[in-house]
């Protein structure tokens, strides 16, 4: 039996992060398009609350950008570079587009 709540909505689990949200375009956790998902039972959903999800996520994102940090001030001081360019793409990942030299 699928989960609703009171506005109506099914709870379906994500294929991505494994968890239950409610059923929508994409994963409000990791963002991902939710494709081919099934709703969930009751026993199958554990309600989380919305604040402690987003601390996690939040967490999460700070561990990489310090991680993103120390990678650039490593390639900034061994290159000799006075200036580098970040480029964010949809990926996870960071492009660094480097000025040529001349």
Known sequence: MP???????????????RRVVPQGRYCIYCGRELRRTEPVSLQESKPIPPAMGLRETLFDRILTLENELKKLQGLIGRRGRKQITVVRSPSVYTRLKLPVSQ
């Open 3 to 17: 989960v609703k709540e009171e506005k109506g909505s099914v709870q379906v689990r994500c294929y991505n992060c």
